[in-house]
């Protein structure tokens, strides 16, 4: 079974701050890697997802993941952060060739912009 | 046009009652998902189904029973309720569980027991 660990539970930064969510997976085969965004009182939404192809993607709303295989790590960035960004942010592994779907989630990492 | 739609939105009923939750997906996805958020907020997968059959069946107490009538629904009965069921519910979607798309959620139903 994956184990996915988001290492900051809360942060906090300041509008235009740029931001940096950690998340690292256990996993030594081959992964497929989400971050889900969760705002009060909604379910979540997927930020941005890494399939194949280039490590670094990105979101609409200016927010990007790099792939690292060799630290087994997607971390999610952000040069500058709005107070729309406040929010619930999860990171979630499913595995190649898994035939069930199955999602492994973090705990989450809450961020708090403040103005 | 919500794509995944759960009911009802907020449920408040004491102990030892019986209740249901009803999901629909509109997305003509294949596979359907049940998950349980605690007060912590950490996601733990229940269920799940595809094309109507049961593929994961997570440890989770017999009093709750998923049932599929149809590819589009997935609805989740719970008996005899305890304190401990206390939590955000989720419904959730995906093309096939064999292509390991991103699942799409509904907003959630919050369970909260007297």
């Known amino acids: 079974a994956q184990s996915v660990t988001q290492l900051d539970s809360q942060v906090p930064v300041f509008e235009e701050a740029p931001v940096e969510l950690r998340c690292n997976y256990s996993s030594s085969v081959s992964v497929y890697l989400f971050w889900y965004v969760q705002y009060p009182n909604q379910g979540l939404q997927l930020l941005l997802k890494y399939l194949s192809g280039s490590t670094l993607v990105e979101s609409i709303n200016g927010f990007e993941a790099e792939f690292n295989k060799s630290q087994t790590s997607f971390h999610l960035r952000k040069p500058s952060v709005h107070i729309s960004d406040t929010a619930e942010y999860f990171c979630a592994v499913s595995e190649d060739g898994s035939t069930l779907g199955r999602l492994y989630f973090g705990r989450g990492t809450q961020l708090t912009v403040w103005p | 046009d919500t794509a995944v739609s759960q009911t009802p939105k907020y449920l408040v009923t004491q102990m030892g009652n019986d209740k249901s939750i009803k999901c629909e997906q509109n997305l003509g996805h294949d596979t359907m998902y049940w998950y349980k958020q605690d007060s912590k907020k950490f996601l733990k997968i229940m269920f799940s189904?595809?094309?109507?059959?049961?593929?994961i069946n997570e440890t989770v107490p017999n009093r709750f029973s998923p049932k599929s009538p149809d590819k589009a629904h997935l609805n989740l009965h719970i008996n005899s309720l305890e304190l401990g069921d206390s939590a955000v519910y989720f419904c959730a979607s995906s093309s096939h569980a064999q292509d390991n798309q991103p699942q799409h959620f509904g907003d959630g139903t919050r369970l909260s027991i007297l």
């Open positions: 189904y595809n094309n109507k059959e049961l593929i």
